[in-house]
């Protein structure tokens, strides 16, 4: 079927539809909400400040905020949310794709670090085993890192051979658990560790 015909028979019947719906639900009005009185006393992320402390790095807007109280601050620890990581990874991903945007300590997924470094998960952070958890790394431009596999308490849950080498896995691992991150380079094998928890 031709778009312009498809016009032609959908209008009417979008018509009748709407017609039908106006006799039997009639219009109601909307009141706008009052101006803000107090606009500094938002949190910066209200007032349209997406990243007002550079150096915490780039993250989803519920990390800045308490979904439960938004004009309250902060979530002590966003990450008892359940869905923190699901919020977090793609912010990361879009981030780690554009260099300007860097993660806590001034880094971005992929090459570019000084160092080989866990992003994510973060260290001591808490996390839902019921969502997967996502994983991004920096490493050194120079390094010729080809391959990175993730191990949980001893265990592979994956590896990932392009760069910038993101990863999720799902574990029925709960509390302490340690997270060992081997990257493979031209001169051999790096490790980085850390601990978090899975709730």
């Known amino acids: ?11 009417p019947l979008w018509r009748e539809f709407m017609d039908y719906a ?3 639900y009639p219009p109601a009005t ?12 938002l949190p910066p992320v209200l007032r349209g400040e997406w990243n007002s402390n550079p150096s915490e790095g ?11 109280n938004p004009r309250g601050g902060r979530a002590a620890n966003p990450a008892s949310d359940l869905q923190f990581a ?7 991903v879009w981030a780690g794709e554009r260099p300007i945007y860097a993660l806590p300590g001034g880094l ?15 260290p001591n952070i808490s996390l839902s085993g019921t969502a997967a958890i996502p994983v991004s790394v920096a ?5 010729g890192v080809s391959r990175v596999s993730y191990f949980l308490n001893g265990q592979e849950v994956g590896s990932s051979v392009t760069p910038p ?14 997270f060992q991150v081997i990257f493979e380079t031209a001169s051999g094998l790096v490790e980085r560790t850390i601990r978090f928890t899975i709730q």
Do not use: C, Q
Request: charged share 20%; no cysteine.
């Open 86 to 92: 699901n919020w977090e990874y793609p912010v990361a």
């Open 1 to 11: 079927m031709e778009k312009r015909v498809a016009g032609f028979i959908i209008a």
């Open 165 to 178: 080498f993101y990863h999720s896995f799902s574990t029925t691992a709960r509390g302490t658990v340690t």
């Open 139 to 143: 490493y050194p431009d120079n390094t």
């Open 22 to 24: 106006f006799e039997k």
């Open 108 to 122: 971005s997924p992929g090459g570019g670090s000084d160092d080989f470094v866990v992003l994510m998960p973060f």
């Open 30 to 41: 909307f009141t706008p909400p009052a101006p803000e009185s107090d606009i500094a006393a």
């Open 58 to 68: 780039t993250h989803e807007i519920l990390y800045w905020l308490d979904k439960n």
